[in-house]
């Protein structure tokens, strides 16, 4: 009987031979047929190794680029990989045609689920489908092995092949299931309680002999690693509080607690005695700057999972940022740059592998993992020096250079996997992840620290920047220049609605222009010197201005947005009557390009992203949208810019308080800067210190999660802010309270 299942098994899992090729031929029009079938996994395959291919180089590009396009081939790449990877499968176990190569094709299909680490999740959402992902994984690690077992029961070379490959799988697909599960807010929650509580008593560490020093971080324990981090580490507590239950923490507070000796923290960094963290070897501070950033990160994901600071606590992240970052002429450059390195760690913990790959043990984890891609390549080249294909006599089986199609294609796979994994290696090598895992384990070994060759070694990985971080360009609109825009009733429609996101009329982004130094500059100039920890909506600059007084009216309106939009249409109006050449003073010119842009930028936050403003996101929308009505209505009979500015001048001269409308406040306005303040480098004077202090008053935000879906369109100026002052605690004042203004509340 059991010789008899043998046989059984055996027959149908033999070849199938096919009498008469050119009957199988001419049968290629359907796909049904063994041979067809046999093509469209050979094609799925190659499709598949170069989507993979493509989400490895392109997927980090997401947050350098705000391009509609791209994100969208990447999200079709990205949905795609895991539907064309699952119909494969299926064709492979239902295909009549066996080949010894099929389980093989199967675990570089399966590799590439796992494969990209500069991509684990497209959005938020994913990461709240972490167990979703891991029984679908665990259902198709089961069939493979199957599959597997079933194939494999005489080669050498395919068992030690499927082997090599089976381990690769299981570490790749481990490691985002874990990226995917420690992104979740749930385990966010979980796992930053720790931080949380150490940070919520660590301004009480009145133990400095010389008291808090910003500029040398003295008394600035903030984590920057432990060793708790390693997951042996973390199971092997788990294992230890379940046999011998482990004490309780001590009450009434009940907090987590770390071992401060084995702490990295930035007070460690500064004091290094190394030559590399020196003043001499790190002048400008960059290379700690990168573990500054990295502790900045862990607070700002305390946002995200809900916890807050002491006020005590931020009031000692203010003197580091006041007295510390900016505490030089051009400290704006240090203080971004240090912002920018901290939202590119959050961007990788929501939406790459990075976080998990680079947890203690992961160089010698890597240096295995490469071993087995090179073993696991290296059986499927000898694999494929003995393979016969089934069927080998038909024509189809070899291209003109007799070279079989089966072959072909394995060539393919391993070719590109092996471009992957090199790439990976090599963007990994200089990830801010290494960099700041090579500094803290420089600051934490002493024999280190007078090795010179470790020294240049890691100095000259911590100071390659392959790419630049973000996009870094301020996106623009103006509504006297968009008002007209219809968009396509192809697209943008009740049914269309469903399934892509619509674009309403009047919303046509102008050309994004370069980030300005002199924005940035002119900013975080205003938060060090002109603002306390409260922000006002441009009512303070306007005060201080003593000759703008009389514009306070402005500041005053319904809702947020409606001040945003009334002072852009005033600003545009400016921008066209009063233009500024190469004869006005170079302040006047600063002060020309920090009004206009932030004045565009601004109003492009309305149009484009209302959940990263004050108000209600959709009363934000609401009031864009009846702004659009009534400058059509407004500028009706107006075919050029400037009979639109000559209307605007015209009307804004004979209107009154009592015309409420947005376009009717904004000629009102501008005709007021225009003709009631005499000097014209005034008017641009009082106009950038409004919107900087506006850009400023809006950027605090309790929306954690818009900020996160942003990093993912090429980065916001205003999330960078946001990050800023979510560190210092700063928080918007609101000097009037509207009726209609509906105030947000927290929304993750």
């Known amino acids: 009987m059991r010789n008899l299942m043998e046989t059984n098994l055996k027959t149908a899992m033999a070849p199938a031979m096919i009498e008469n090729c050119n009957v199988m031929k001419g049968n290629m029009k359907s796909l049904k047929t063994p041979m067809g079938m046999l093509l469209q996994i050979e094609l799925l395959v190659i499709f598949t190794a170069f989507l993979l291919l493509f989400l490895v180089t392109c997927g980090s590009w997401r947050r350098r680029s705000n391009n509609k396009n791209l994100r969208l081939i990447i999200f079709t790449a990205y949905t795609l990989s895991t539907y064309v990877i699952t119909y494969a499968l299926g064709l492979m176990q239902d295909a009549p045609l066996r080949s010894e190569l099929f389980p093989v094709w199967a675990m570089f299909l399966m590799l590439a689920l796992g494969s990209a680490d500069s991509i684990s999740a497209y959005s938020l959402e994913d990461n709240e489908q972490w167990k979703n992902y891991n029984w679908q994984r665990v259902i198709k690690l089961i069939w493979l092995v199957l599959l597997m077992s079933l194939y494999f029961h005489s080669r050498s070379e395919a068992v ?38 150490y940070m919520s008593v660590e301004h009480e560490n009145g133990g400095v002999p010389h008291g808090v020093h910003p500029v040398r971080m003295r008394g600035y324990t903030y ?67 990168i573990c500054l950033s990295f502790a900045l990160y862990k607070l700002l994901r305390l946002r995200y999972a809900g916890y807050s600071l002491p006020r005590e606590a931020h009031k000692k992240t203010w003197n580091l940022i006041r007295r510390g970052l900016l505490s030089k002429e051009d400290g704006y450059k240090r203080a971004f740059r240090v912002v920018e390195v901290e939202l590119m760690f959050l961007y990788d913990f929501f939406y790459t592998k990075y976080s998990i790959i680079f947890q203690p043990g992961w160089l010698l984890i890597k240096l295995m993992e490469f071993m087995y891609v090179v073993m696991g390549i290296w059986a499927t080249t000898s694999l494929l020096t003995h393979y016969k ?28 996997f092996i471009v992957v994994e090199l790439t990976q290696f090599f963007f990994m090598g200089f990830s801010v992840w290494a960099k700041v895992t090579w500094i803290c384990k420089y600051v934490q070994k002493r024999s280190w620290q007078n090795n010179a060759w470790i020294e240049r070694m890691i100095g000259a990985i911590c100071r390659v920047r392959l790419l630049k971080p973000w996009e870094r360009k301020l996106h623009q609109y103006s509504i006297l220049e968009s008002y007209f825009y219809k ?14 996101d619509q674009d309403r009329d009047g919303q046509k982004q102008s050309k994004p222009i370069p980030l300005p130094e002199k924005v940035k500059q002119e900013v975080f100039d205003a938060l060090k010197w002109n603002y306390g920890t409260k922000l006002e909506n441009g009512q303070t600059s306007l005060r201080v201005n003593n000759e703008s007084r009389q514009l306070l009216w402005a500041c005053q309106l319904e809702t947020q947005t409606q001040v945003i939009m009334v002072w852009h249409i005033a600003t545009s109006f400016c921008e066209y009557q009063l233009p500024v050449g190469r004869s006005d003073s170079d302040a006047t010119r600063s002060s020309f390009l920090v009004a206009t842009s932030l004045s565009k930028y601004l109003a492009y936050l309305v149009a484009f992203a209302p959940r990263l403003l004050p108000d209600h996101p959709y009363v934000t929308e609401y009031v864009f949208d009846q702004a659009i009505i009534e400058a059509r209505d407004f500028f009706q009979g107006c075919n050029s810019l400037d009979d639109r500015v000559t209307k605007m001048e015209r009307k804004g001269r004979g209107s009154s308080a009592r015309e409420k409308t947005v376009i009717n406040r904004g000629a009102r306005l501008g005709n007021q800067l225009v003709n009631d303040i005499k000097r014209e480098d005034m008017i641009w004077r009082i106009l950038a210190d409004f919107w900087v202090e506006l850009v400023l008053y809006v950027a605090p935000s309790n929306d954690a999660k818009a900020h996160a879906e942003h990093l993912t369109r090429g980065g916001e100026f205003l999330t960078h802010l946001w990050a800023l002052l979510s560190h210092a605690g700063i928080e918007r004042d609101y000097p009037t309270k509207p009726p209609n203004a509906l105030k947000r509340s927290k929304s993750f």
């Open 160 to 197: 030690v092949t499927a082997e090599c490959l089976f381990i690769v799988l299981v570490v790749k697909s481990d490691e985002r299931a874990r990226a995917l599960m420690a992104a979740s807010l749930h385990s966010l929650q979980r796992n930053t309680k720790v931080v949380a509580d």
């Open 223 to 289: 984590l920057v690693t432990w060793e708790e981090e390693n997951w042996v580490y973390e199971i092997a507590r788990a294992i230890y509080r379940w046999v011998w239950k482990h004490e309780a923490a001590q009450a009434p507070n009940y907090r987590m607690t770390l071992d401060k000796k084995k702490l990295i923290t930035i007070e460690k960094v500064w004091g290094c005695e190394g030559r590399l963290l020196s003043s001499e070897g790190d002048p400008q501070n960059k290379l700690k700057d």
């Open 389 to 416: 294909r089934p069927n080998s006599n038909c024509p189809l089986a070899t291209v003109p250079n007799v070279l079989s199609v089966d072959v072909l294609v394995t060539s393919v796979m391993i070719i590109s």
């Open 487 to 500: 968009s396509s009733r192809l697209l943008n429609n009740v049914i269309m609605a469903t399934y892509i």
